[in-house]
Each structure stands twice: as structure tokens, then as C-alpha cells.
């Protein structure tokens, strides 16, 4: 029998994770950094005060490090469809049939007016999309460089590009010329499960990417995909790749699961998991910009204000390139009433540019398990 039936009777709280998350966040907050092993037990956290606890320490580290400002992201679906890729979560993938568009790269217009109607609703930053496995010397360069010309010299918001994967640095160093200042280039997931959601390149022809932009002077927008049978221990992997490439903007975007493509009955990740997984990547990458994007309104629903509880300081707003989110002015009106401001000048990354200094010069602080640096760095060749 119990001892007392009263529901007035206080349960007794287990105070051991709190205080072991605060020691955590303490450091954090301080400047320091958590290793691969402390971040592990804050992906393990399984009971609801302790995530609540931990949204908390991811909350005051975002602010710490980023004020109260969030920065807009939208992008535009400047070729879709007909990729050659098989990236087993992608509708654009010529591998499946799905319902996703089809066309071949936009004219100016089009892009043009994207630019105008970021501009007006506040956005920072437009990025050129395109499905396809990458680009190469040739007309299809030139034509890029172009339209990121018109973005740029249009000067209403900065001009950003995923063009996939770059084999030349000559290449990379044409984008700059043209005014690309930050380039998306998701690893995805960790590199021990790339190879389960895509066998057509490699996570190793992504870093290579990842250094030719680079050593060009571009920036690196790069995160992933949660939610695609990965492990949590693939997650934490994929932060600490972020944290080794030194990735300025980290879109994390959660599987929305597209009929016809080989994830289409993967079970969703519940809220709680969702929110756990980006105040893990907040501790891990205190100064980057991570951005909520696509997935977030299917899968988060009336919990998505909670991001920036769970520290997100970027959002990708506008819609995606083959689903719908949420219109612009609700997300406006969701970050007016959490006190938080959207408007930037220009954001130019000058926030993040000592903490990437100390990650290169001091690898050694960084923490992370011997082996997995040494994976990376061998991918990147050098950084
Ligand atoms: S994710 Fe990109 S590279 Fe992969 S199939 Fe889709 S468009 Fe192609």
C-alpha cells in the first residue's frame, strides 16, 4: 500500500542532472566549451524538467551571445527538380517520383522580385538554390555568378547561394567575385550515417566543398537534417563537425517526410526531442547563428516559438523550396511578442569571427574525442 494517497503530497525532485547541466551551462556562459562525451548527456536527457532545465541554460547562452536580434534567412528555388543525387529524403531527387516542380535555372525577374520582397519584410539574406549535384567551370557558372551579381549590387539583401558541390577552387573564388558571401552547404548528418540517406557523393566531397569556399572568403552556412533514423549520438557528431569546419550559420531542419521518397514513413521526432537537440547545438556552438528551417511547422506546431527558448538565433522564413511554411508576417508577429528583433543593418558575421579564430588556432580546446578531430581535419585537409 502507499503511504499517503494525497495528490497534495510533494514528490521528491532529483536535483543531479540540474546541477550537472548548470556546471555545463556555467561554462558556456563563461566562454568555455563542453566535450563530446558532457554534450552525449545532454542529447541522453529523457525527463521533462531536466530538457526544461536545459532550455533554460540554452536560452541565457543565446542571449549572451547574441542579444536579442534574429536574424531572417529565405531562400529562392532558382532550379528545381531532376536531380541526379539520391538523397533518400530529398522530393528533387530523380530517383523518386514525387509531386515537387520541375524547371530548368530562373530568369532575373523572378530572383529580382524575390530580393525586393525579402527586402520588405525585414529578411537579411536571399539564397540562390539549385537541385543539383554541383557546379562546374562553363556557362552555368556564369550565369549563377549573374544573378548573384543582381542580388548583390541590388543591395537590398545579401546574396547567398547552395549550389552543391564545388570541385575547383576557381570555382568557389568566381562566386566571391561575383558577391556571394555565404554559401549553404548542409553535411547533413554525421559521416557514419551519410551513407544511409545518400550513396551518390560523399560526406568527405562535402568537406571538400566546405574548404574550397573557404579559402575563397566565403562564408559557411552548414547543418543538417534530424529526424531521418539517425542516432542522438549522430546529432552530437554532426555539432562537432559544425564546430570543426567552423560553419558561421547552422540550419538544422527537421525530415518532413515526402510521399514518394524512401523516408516517407519515418516516425516523426516528438517536440521535446526537437527542442533537446537544438539547446544541445546552442551549448556546443554558443556564437554561431543556428537557424531553425525547413520542418519546423509540421513538426514543432504550436511548440515553435520555443526555439529561441531552445536557442536559435536564425530563422528561415518565406517558404521552402518544395513545401509550405508559415507566412512571413506570423513569424514577425510571433518574434515582436518574445521581445525579439528581427533587424539587422548588415550581418556580417562579425560577432562569431573571434570565437572561429580560437577554434583554429587552439584545436586542442575544442575538446572533442581525439579520433573525430582527426577524421576532420583529415576531410578538410587543413583549417
Ligand atoms: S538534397 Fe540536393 S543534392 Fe540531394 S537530391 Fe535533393 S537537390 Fe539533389
Redesign the pocket.
Known sequence: MPTSLSTMTANEIDGTYSRKIAVLGERVLGGGQIDHAEAMSLFELEKHGDIFDLLSWANRVREKFKGNKIHLCSIVNAKAGG?????R???????YQTDAPKYGFVDPEPVFEAAQEANRQGVTALGL?????GLNEGPMLDEVCDRIREISEGGKVRADASL??IKKQEVANRLKSAGLECYGHNL?SSRRFFPTH?T??TFEDRLQTIQFLRNAGIKICSGGIIGMGETREDRCDLAFSLREIGANVVPINILNPIPGTPFENNTPLAPLEILKTIACFRLILPRREIMIAGGRTVNLRDMQSMIFLAGASALMVGNY?TTVNQPVEKDLQMLRDLGLDPSWDKHDFSDQEEALSTVVADRSATGCRREFCDETTAGLGRL
Open positions: 536531380c541526379s543525387e539520391n538523397c529524403f530529398c522530393s528533387q531527387s530523380s530517383f538554390v539549385a537541385a543539383w549535384k552543391g558541390i547533413e545518400c551518390t557523393h523550396l
